[in-house]
Structure formats: structure tokens, C-alpha cells
């Protein structure tokens, strides 16, 4: 037995492979189920006793000899790079599979993107604001319907309640209580509002919301912004008209319609047969609002303006139901796939 085991050493002291095959073979040949080093094992069981100790840890040597060798085979097989299937250089790669952007986000960059060009700065805020950040420093009376619960959803009550913003206009409040004029920001988001779910509405919309104030910001300068807004937009061709409106945080206030750009202006079922679309909401901002955050009314005027994000990916692209943009199914979200 000596001698078998001595013979054994030496061989596997030489072992040698050129493939994971071959590396294999001779695993099964020297430890399979009837390899020469395991047959050894049901030879030593005959061992006499006085002999089991030098026997034993012989082969145990040799064993764990043949399973090391066996293993830095295998590593150097694999370090050449040249046999082993587990890499090969020559084979194509795996497609990498390329999300898409949701529409909201492409709609809300390109918006983004033109209001840089006229100098603005991204402003984003918290959706969990206080009473005093969404209403009472935007100028709302204490007993203004949108306070209500049937709004706004409310996270606690009591002097100045903590709700879910309803606009973002709360982030125009921080920008104006942080900074001097000139702010030129624009605020994207999202917003909460207690609201029935339907093709035309839901509890969860986004917004964007710009400001700016400096001296001499007139009415001129915000419909002439809105303009070209609209017409890097929408196309160069596009008309925009302004109604009166009303919110308590703008003074004037206005509506911001675009000619449609389905129908051109004929009338089509998108306008409703008048040939405009609502886009937005803007206006002077009130002085009340600019003292209320520590800005000198006497000295500096701006305007605001506000649109949800929702409804211009609908114009843009005729989605018909605002639903479509939250339900994530990939068959809408793929249309939108850019390069
Ligand atoms: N905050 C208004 C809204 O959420 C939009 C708006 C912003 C209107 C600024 C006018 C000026 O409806």
C-alpha cells in the first residue's frame, strides 16, 4: 500500500490538463466513485490497527494533494483564457436592454430646457409643506374654499396644519423668503389635490411653476416670455391670448390659452370647437405676497405663472385620458420611447 500511495504522489504531483474535460477525467480517474485514491480508502479499512495512523494520514495528504492540484488547474485554465467556456472573447455581447423616459419627465425637461435658455434656475421643494408655505403667504383669506378639506389633504390640523402641497407656488414662497431679486426660478413638481379621479383630473398631478422679480418686471415682459415658451413649444407658428382670471397670490391675473395646434385654429373636439387651448395660469405677483416673504413691493414687481405638466403631454401628444400617465402600462410608456 505504501508504494501504491508513493506512485500516486508523484502522479499527481505531475498532473497536467489542457481542458476542463481533461481536468475532469482525471478528477473522476484519482477521486470518483472507483477513482485509484477513493479505492485506496476501502483498502485501509484492511489496515491492521498499529498501522491505521501512519496509513491514514498519508492518504489524507494525498487526497487533499489531488483535490488542490485539481483546483489550481481549473484557476489557471480559466486565468489563460484561451479553453475555458466561461469566457470567450470572440462571442457577441448581451444586448443591454435601454429603459425609456416616462412622457411626463421627457414633457418636463423640454420645458425645463426653455426656460434655461431665458435664465432660469431649477427650484424643487418638500410635498409635505405647512398651511403658511401653500396659502397664508400666498396671499389666501383664512376662509378660502381651497383650504378646505375638500381640496387639500391635510396631514394634521391646528394654527398652521401640515398638508400635501397643492402647488408648488410653496417653493416660490421659500425661494422669495431666501433670496434677493433678481429670482428668476422655475419650480417642478408634484401636487396633491382632493380631487375625483377622472380622464381629466387626478389627486396626483405635477406642475410647473415659474417666477421672477426684479425691478421694472412689467405685464409686457410676462406675456412676451409666456410667447416664446409657447413657440419654442408648441411651434413657431402658434398664437397665445390672455383672459382675466383670478388668484389671490397674482394681481392681475390671467389665463393663458394657445391656438390649437390640431385643428390650426379651425376648431376640432381637442378645443372643443374654439380653436384655443388652456395652458396656464400666470399674473403680477401681488404685493402682498412679495412683502410677505421680505421682499420691498415698493421697489420690485414680477410675475408668476403656473401649468400642470399633465395637461401639456396631453396637447402635445392628443393623450386623451390623464389616467394613461399614471397607470404605467408599457404599451402607452413605449410610444414614447426616444433615441
Ligand atoms: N398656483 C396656481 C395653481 O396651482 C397656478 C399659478 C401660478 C397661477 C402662478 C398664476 C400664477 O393653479
Not at 481533461?22 to 480508502?41: C, N, P, Q, Y
Not at 489496515?47 to 491514514?56: D, L, N, Y
Not at 462571442?91 to 423616459?101: Q, S
Request: hydrophobic share 40%; proline share 4%; with cysteine.
Amino acid at each position: 500500500m505504501h508504494e501504491k500511495i508513493n506512485r500516486l504522489l508523484a502522479e499527481v504531483e505531475s498532473l497536467a490538463a489542457k481542458s476542463n474535460d481533461e481536468i475532469e477525467a482525471l478528477r473522476v480517474r484519482l477521486l470518483g466513485k472507483k477513482g485509484s485514491i477513493t479505492l485506496l480508502f476501502d483498502e485501509f479499512k484492511q489496515v491492521a490497527a498499529e498501522e491505521k495512523r501512519q496509513f491514514g494520514q498519508k492518504l489524507n495528504t494525498l487526497k487533499n494533494l489531488a483535490i488542490e492540484k485539481i483546483n489550481v488547474l481549473r484557476e489557471n485554465l480559466e486565468g489563460s483564457g484561451n479553453f475555458s467556456p466561461a469566457l470567450d472573447a470572440s462571442m457577441p455581447g448581451e444586448p443591454v436592454a435601454l429603459g425609456a423616459r416616462h412622457p411626463l419627465s421627457i414633457v418636463r425637461n423640454e420645458i425645463i430646457d426653455i426656460f434655461k435658455t431665458l435664465g432660469y434656475a431649477i427650484a424643487e421643494g418638500a410635498e409635505i409643506e405647512d398651511d403658511y408655505h401653500v396659502f397664508g403667504a400666498l396671499n389666501f383669506p383664512p376662509e378660502h374654499p381651497a383650504r378646505d378639506m375638500q381640496d387639500t389633504f391635510f396631514v394634521t390640523t391646528g394654527d398652521n396644519p401640515v398638508l400635501l402641497r397643492t402647488h408648488t407656488s410653496s417653493v416660490q414662497v421659500r425661494t422669495m423668503e431666501h433670496g434677493k431679486p433678481p429670482i428668476r426660478v422655475i419650480c417642478p413638481g408634484r401636487v396633491f389635490r382632493n380631487e375625483a379621479i377622472s380622464a381629466r383630473a387626478h389627486c396626483i398631478f405635477h406642475q410647473i411653476e415659474g417666477l421672477y422679480i426684479d425691478e421694472n418686471v412689467s405685464f409686457a415682459d410676462m406675456k412676451q416670455s409666456i410667447l416664446y415658451f409657447a413657440r419654442e413649444f408648441f411651434g413657431v407658428d402658434v398664437q397665445i391670448r390672455l383672459r382675466p382670471s383670478y388668484f389671490p397670490f397674482t394681481e392681475p391675473s390671467a389665463e393663458v390659452d394657445v391656438s390649437c395646434n390640431i385643428c390650426k385654429g379651425k376648431g376640432c373636439n381637442i378645443c372643443k370647437h374654439t380653436g384655443w387651448l388652456e395652458i396656464m395660469g400666470c399674473g403680477m405677483v401681488d404685493p402682498n405676497v412679495l412683502e410677505a416673504s421680505g421682499i420691498d413691493s415698493k421697489k420690485y414687481t414680477g410675475f408668476a405663472f403656473g401649468m400642470g405638466i399633465e395637461r401639456i403631454a396631453m396637447l402635445k401628444w392628443q393623450v386623451r385620458d390623464l389616467r394613461h400617465y399614471f397607470e404605467n402600462d408599457v404599451r402607452f410608456l413605449r410610444q414614447f420611447k426616444t433615441v
